[in-house]
């Protein structure tokens, strides 16, 4: 599971009002080379919750993300180098995300994360 | 059937599982038996590599090596061959098949409306969301997530995208629990092969295999869950496709995402002997159809009546 897709997750248990964003429990990490498209981060950017996405990465150990951010940095090679691994190369290969709400653990298999909910939770 | 003579296709042929609406009746493998309903996985099998999703019939010289060259710049969809396999994953078959030729056949309005973000819900083998992929082209900085309520369904389908090179999310969840928040109004295509074959209710959602056909009364108990949520997910300029049984009564169900503002034709009709299968194709009404060259939309009465019409070829 990628930073990206942690930022599309929410917990949406009945009674939870945001969900977002999960916090991340790592077993382990696996780095992979993704093509480097300057496109698809420009095109991402405006749909990411960049507050989220920083935090998540600084829980995983990626330090060099911005805390602030302005569209004009979507044309500094470098920040889009260190954009481009935090957010597509380094993924969670096991682990957990957890509601921020609940502390309903949803868990990370093999790269993929189960959103699948409990018949009383719906 | 000449293509039987082809040992590869062959092979690709005697794996086919059989479709849906036999899943329920039949539970012995099939074989290469030349019956009518292979037909079209034969053709797919055949043209899966061809560029540009031209209908191009094979020169039949034997050659192997357009089936294994895994980044050819010809590849437009996955490959049969290429796909992930398990036992409890619903394999690619006649409905997969048509899912992927109705993208193909819309492709240049896919590309026309430069999608940012491409879901589909369902993803079994990962054969369609690996297609529209792969004919997408890379270039477009598109994000493509896929889900199935079977944790090894999604394993099956994050093989299957990187034997052939292509990113993407694929997450366990139930439809699109979980995403609905985030990905509200910003879905631009949205694909999804339901499980539509009519049966008792409990068996709607079961473990297993069984969760990719069953589709409780008429076939409809899930397409109707995602139908009510289709108009959360999409963009303005979203395009839903939908495959569906003539069971399913398409008619009704163009009418009742009329109701909800979206327009409506079928992009894709093909019978078995088995089965009827539609692709249908939903935008919202108020965004023009590039692929019908400004003409009105065609309206769902009309479209009900044509597929009644369809219906006689069961």
Redesign the interface.
């Known amino acids: 599971?990628?930073l990206?897709?942690h930022?599309?997750?929410?917990?949406?248990i009945k009674g939870v009002t945001k969900?977002?964003p999960l916090s991340i429990e790592v077993q382990r990490l696996d780095t992979k080379d993704?093509?480097f498209?300057p496109?698809?981060?420009?095109?991402?950017f405006p749909?990411l919750?960049w507050k989220a996405f920083h935090d998540a990465a600084v829980s995983i150990g990626l330090n060099d993300i911005p805390e602030q951010v302005d569209p004009t940095m979507l044309e500094d090679h470098e920040f889009l180098q260190k954009f481009h691994h935090a957010l597509?190369e380094v993924h969670l290969e096991e682990g957990a995300l957890i509601c921020p709400e609940t502390g309903r653990r949803?868990p990370v298999?093999?790269?993929?994360?189960?959103?699948?909910?409990h018949e009383d939770e719906v | 059937m000449a293509d039987c003579r082809r040992p590869d296709l062959m092979r690709t042929l005697s794996s086919m599982p059989h479709r849906k609406s036999l899943q329920r009746q039949i539970s012995s493998p099939p074989l290469c038996s030349g019956e009518k309903g292979n037909v079209f996985s034969a053709w797919h099998a055949q043209v899966d590599n061809k560029g540009d999703g031209e209908l191009q019939t094979d020169d039949d010289d034997g050659s192997l090596g357009h089936y294994a060259v895994v980044d050819s710049p010809r590849r437009r969809i996955a490959s049969v061959r290429l796909v992930a396999r398990h036992p409890e994953v619903y394999e690619p078959c006649d409905d997969s098949f048509a899912l992927v030729d109705a993208l193909l056949a819309d492709k240049v309005n896919l590309l026309e409306r430069q999608p940012?973000?491409c879901l589909e819900v369902g993803c079994g083998s990962g054969y369609v969301i690996t297609s529209l992929a792969l004919l997408m082209g890379?270039?477009?900085?598109?994000?493509y997530?896929a889900t199935d309520?079977s944790?090894a369904a999604?394993?099956v389908t994050?093989n299957t995208l990187a034997s052939h090179g292509v990113?993407a999310?694929?997450?366990?969840?139930?439809l699109v629990?979980?995403?609905?928040?985030?990905?509200a109004g910003?879905v631009d295509v949205l694909v999804f092969n339901p499980p539509y074959v009519p049966t008792p209710e409990d068996e709607v959602g079961a473990a297993g295999i069984t969760a990719s056909w069953a589709g409780g009364d008429r076939g409809r108990t899930v397409i109707d869950r995602m139908l009510a949520i289709v108009d959360l997910l999409m963009s303005s300029k979203g395009l839903f496709y939908l495959l569906t049984l003539t069971a399913n009564n398409p008619g009704e169900i163009c009418q009742i995402m009329k109701k909800k503002g979206f327009a409506s034709r079928i992009v894709i009709q093909r019978s078995t002997e088995e089965e009827s299968l539609h692709v249908l194709k939903f935008w919202r009404e108020d965004v023009k159809d590039l692929s019908e060259n400004g003409s009105p939309a065609t309206l769902s009465n009309s479209l009900s009546a044509k597929i009644s019409r369809l219906a006689f070829w069961r």
């Open positions: 599971m990628r990206l897709t930022n599309m997750l929410s917990c949406n969900g977002f993704a093509d498209n496109d698809f981060l420009r095109n991402i749909k919750e597509l949803f298999t093999k790269g993929v994360p189960n959103m699948l909910l | 940012s973000l890379g270039g477009h900085g598109t994000h997530i309520i944790s999604a394993q994050c990113e999310d694929v997450i366990v969840t139930n629990t979980g995403l609905e928040k985030r990905l910003s």
